[in-house]
């Protein structure tokens, strides 16, 4: 059975939020990335917010499930706020009363009975593993770097690499790894943005038991989102959490990793939000391209915490905008393209989806590539 | 022994094709069985459809009343109560369609038959009757062997046997109906058509999907054609409708909706995952595709590496002479 | 409105790579995920919107093992009343008219007007225990149910037959129903909801409990036997079809038609 936490119901909408702390300054929706493409005014959201009879109302409005939740919003508040929770505060209450869309749903009753948000059984979570030789942690057993495969990572075929990779260039480097072969679920990321709030704390409380029992020095996520959820979300987790990309910089500055061929290719680096803005890691990943002889490494010009979102997070796998306007994506693909980019480089799964297939709709399928980071280091090792 | 008897199905003056699909089988188990095939139509002004399955050489029972102008699971439960009394056939054999699955299981609870549904494969082995029938989303065959009983009931796929060719002309022999008196705990009411252009993708029997790979909205006539000559409903990959190629009703996949067709032709269709998630419904899945690694083949039944430009036209113009 | 709704806790092995023992007798479902059957789940939504409307009551009720439970209690977070499952190994699953019989036998001295279930079990896809059950309950029924209007003392169900064409019936009430996918939206079972249906009646029952022989729902009783589960010889993998364009289409055009798939 599951355990029971009980969450703070005292709290009024206005509190939690700490709506009261807001001035209005309407940075929040200017940056928002998704206002290009929808009506969502994340400013107005908040406003509205203070009276507690229109809550209702509120969260019947098709924009809440417009916010891709990348933070800018959050980055830009000069009073420290974060507005985008006022959405999902709104989805919450949505969530509350059953009347989510059906994909939202099976995402979230996936997540409840299989541990993953893309409904596969729990034990084909680790089929990718299949024909590796691939080092398994046990909680028993000390080791320096406790891998955490994300959902998205471990069932679509197309992101598998992603681990499969890592499995490579962890062995090369001769790393002290392991991976779970039981237990791992969903980190609750998507669940959180989605407004599954109760379901999210159930998470949370399961996993940093699960987690907390290893004896790992530190705990390494594939995905963006599961490292910024750890990081914010779980506060009794019990070691520290990085992405792989800090680790294998710092495998590469030890001296463990190295690259046995060139790449005579003009790449970009797109920032993950989760990454970024979220989790301030900016400069590994360029650290590790930079390694590579021969890549010439250009720069968006939003990059960095500017960063341009690709709407693949805030449970927008699972929600589509009505909006017909280019998306995201698409604008970031003809950025690189612009730029002469023949790679663009990226470090979150929901990225890979959203930017290949932008990359595809646009057709530059012949002139450039979107790839996994550790798709092209694995190439190159 | 006695005889098999095959239910007619017929709807709105017309017979429906598994009426003849049974007709495949029954004559061996009948033989096996040492009886004959007897077709029992139960209709109104049914003559015309009478010769029609007479035409199979099979004899057909004719209740020719109007209490049975429209289809009435009670109706034809009690008529078929009475008749398996007064004949005693060794087997009744009834569609698997949603006027067989409305009475059958009924029928077998009443009359206490040994009953198996939905079969696609049914024979006699040193005297058993044995069914063949599919689990877990056609992925399990089981073989289902009767208890010894004086009749046994089946329901019958459809379309899992092919129609035999109309041969010698045999019977048209009227029985009197086996029920005198209209019921009043069930009625019949009406038909309602389907409305046109409310296509609800879910429901759909057979869906031609769209991708990418269709390119350009103006090459859309091309998929329309092909849908239209196996009446099936158009739907597409989020790329498609992003394209505005098809509304967001449309759109199959993990943002969109989960589709169960009997057939899905998957045109231009890469297959991601998310597109994936939304045809594991779908029982049969056909893809053509230029890309010989498009994941698209992994979920495929029939998979053909080429240009859809290519294939659709000439698929389409196939079907329809094979159709008719 | 007296409610019973019946659902049945299924694997979803559309995706699965199903395995049957050497014996040909059993399936190896450890790798599959299993939940409430997908047309079960809309009957539950069914039954809970007719409650809502109508007021009144719903049970669930459910032959299944302790695992089932969590189906269970998502039904009742999205308002269904209280549940019984039943559970006894010596009940011969396999067969839905014994199925029906244990159904009918948890549901038999109690006052309903309607018994709501789905119109097919995922799994064995007999769509066969709900129009039994109403024979086993002696009352009116009607199969493949898109859109349900309660009337006074009847109901208008509108069956979904081929291509969409809708028949309109109006049977007497207490009534079963056999629901069909699409009639409606299933509501997501909140996480809120689960934990307040924990405080909801769940009984578990056995054959003893019900007053149900056993030597009437045991595979003694049924009137089949299974002789043996086989993989069929195709599968999932695909069938390349060769040759010019020309023949390829030809080809697929033939093997559409001869397979009845159009």
């Known amino acids: ?381 | ?324 | 409105m007296k409610i019973f709704v019946c659902i049945k806790y299924v694997p979803d092995t559309s995706e699965a790579v199903v395995k049957v023992n050497a014996e040909g007798t059993a399936v190896d479902s450890s790798r599959f995920s299993f939940d409430i059957n997908d047309a079960d789940n809309y009957a539950v939504e069914e039954s809970v919107q007719i409650k809502e409307k109508y007021t009144g009551t719903v049970t669930v009720l459910s032959i299944g093992p302790k695992e089932s439970e969590v189906m269970i209690r998502m039904a009742m977070a999205k308002g269904c009343d209280n549940a019984v499952r039943v559970e006894d190994a010596r009940i011969a699953a396999f067969d839905p008219l014994l199925l029906a019989k244990v159904l009918a036998g948890a549901i038999k001295g109690q006052e309903f007007d309607l018994v709501l279930t789905g119109c097919m079990a995922a799994d064995d896809g007999q769509m066969a225990t709900g129009v039994a059950l109403a024979e086993e309950l002696g009352v009116a029924h009607a199969a493949m149910v898109k859109k349900v209007e309660i009337l006074e003392g009847k109901v208008k169900a509108y069956r979904e037959l081929e291509g969409g064409l809708m028949e309109v019936v109006e049977v007497a009430l207490p009534a079963v129903l056999t629901i069909q996918t699409g009639i409606n939206e299933p509501r997501y079972a909140p996480i809120r909801g689960i934990r307040e249906a924990q405080k909801k009646e769940l009984k578990v029952v056995g054959l003893d409990d019900l007053g149900v022989a056993a030597g009437d729902v045991d595979a003694s009783a049924s009137r089949i036997v299974v002789e043996k589960l086989y993989l069929p010889e195709v599968v999932s993998s695909a069938e390349f079809i060769e040759g010019e364009p020309e023949q390829k289409a030809e080809k697929l055009a033939s093997i559409l038609v001869k397979g009845g798939l159009v």
């Open chain 2, 1 to 324: 022994m006695g005889n098999v008897f095959v239910l007619a199905e017929h709807r709105q003056g017309a017979l429906r094709d598994i009426t003849f699909e049974m007709l495949r089988v029954a004559p061996n188990v009948a033989k096996e069985l040492g009886g004959e095939v007897n077709v029992l139509l139960l209709g109104y002004n049914a003559e015309a459809m009478a010769e029609r399955i007479a035409g199979y050489g099979v004899k057909v029972l004719v209740v020719d009343d109007p209490l049975f102008e429209n289809f009435n699971a009670d109706k034809y439960q009690q008529a078929l109560s009475k008749l398996i009394d007064t004949c005693k056939p060794s087997l009744v054999m009834v569609g698997q369609t949603a006027q067989g699955v409305d009475m059958a299981p009924a029928l077998a609870v009443e009359k206490n038959l040994p009953f198996v549904s939905d079969i696609i494969g049914l024979t006699v082995e040193d005297g058993t009757l044995k069914a063949t029938r599919q689990i877990y989303s056609g992925k399990v065959n089981a073989q289902i062997a009767f208890k010894p009983a004086d009749t046994y009931l089946v329901t019958v796929r459809e379309s899992a046997f092919e129609a035999p060719d109309a041969s010698v002309a045999g019977l048209v022999e009227k029985i009197d109906s086996p029920i005198k008196e209209d019921l009043d705990y069930r009625k019949f009411v009406e038909y309602i058509e389907a409305e046109v252009g409310d296509v609800d993708i879910t429901q759909s029997e057979i869906l031609v999907g769209i991708g990418r790979g269709l390119k350009e909205e103006k090459n859309l006539p091309v998929v329309q054609e092909l849908a239209k000559a196996i009446k099936a409903d158009l739907c597409g990959s989020r790329a498609a409708v992003d394209a505005g190629w098809l509304p967001h009703d449309r759109q199959v996949g993990t943002s969109g909706k989960a589709v169960k067709p009997k057939l899905y032709l998957a045109l231009g269709i890469s297959g991601a995952f998310q597109h994936i998630a939304g045809i594991k419904g779908a029982k049969t899945v056909v893809a053509i595709n230029k890309d010989p690694e498009a994941p698209i083949f992994a979920v495929a039944h029939y998979a053909i590496v080429d240009d859809l430009f290519k294939i659709a036209p000439k698929l389409a113009e196939k079907l329809k002479e094979l159709k008719g």
């Open chain 1, 1 to 381: 059975m599951r355990g029971m936490i009980m969450s703070t119901e005292s709290q009024t909408f206005t509190e939690k939020f700490d709506l009261l702390g807001c001035i209005q300054c309407g940075r929040c929706t200017g940056g928002c990335p998704v206002t290009v493409r929808t009506n969502l005014n994340v400013r107005r959201f908040v406003y509205d917010a203070y009276s507690e009879e229109k809550l209702e109302e509120l969260a019947k409005l098709a924009e809440i499930w417009d916010c891709t939740a990348c933070h800018t919003c959050a980055v830009r508040c000069p009073k420290g706020l974060k507005p985008l929770e006022v959405l999902i505060g709104l989805r919450s209450m949505l969530v509350d009363s059953g009347k989510v869309q059906s994909t939202v749903r099976n995402a979230l009753e996936s997540v409840y009975l299989e541990g993953n948000p893309w409904e596969k059984p729990k034990a084909t979570r680790y089929d990718w593993m299949e024909g590796l030789d691939v080092k398994l942690a046990k909680p028993d057993t000390p080791v320096e770097n406790l891998f955490f495969v994300c959902c998205t990572i471990a069932y679509d075929p197309r992101l598998q690499v992603v681990a499969k990779n890592m499995v490579r260039l962890l062995n090369k480097a001769g790393a002290d790894y392991g991976f779970m072969a039981e237990g791992e679920s969903c980190c609750g990321s998507e669940i959180h943005t989605l407004g599954e709030e109760l379901l999210f704390e159930e998470i949370v409380g399961e996993n940093t038991a699960f987690l907390n029992d290893f004896q790992a020095r530190r705990v390494i996520t594939l995905s963006p989102h599961c490292f910024a959820t750890y990081k914010a979300r779980y506060p009794h987790l019990n070691k520290p959490v990085l992405h792989y990309t800090q680790l294998l910089a710092e495998l590469l500055q030890q001296g463990n990793l190295s690259w046995g061929h060139d790449l005579q290719k003009k790449v970009v680096f797109h920032d993950p939000c989760y990454l970024g803005k979220q989790s301030g890691v900016y400069d590994e990943p360029r650290r590790l391209l930079k390694s590579i002889k021969g890549v010439e490494l250009v720069e968006f010009d939003r990059s960095r915490e500017r960063s341009l979102c690709c709407e693949g997070g805030g449970g927008k796998m699972w929600v589509e905008s009505e909006s017909k306007k280019e998306r995201l994506a698409e604008t970031r693909i003809k950025d690189a393209h612009n730029l002469g980019a023949q790679i663009v480089a990226v470090a979150c799964p929901f990225c890979v989806l959203t930017l290949e297939d932008a990359m595809k709709a646009l057709g530059y399928e012949e002139e450039m590539r979107v790839a996994e980071m550790t798709e092209l280091l694995a190439e190159l090792a």
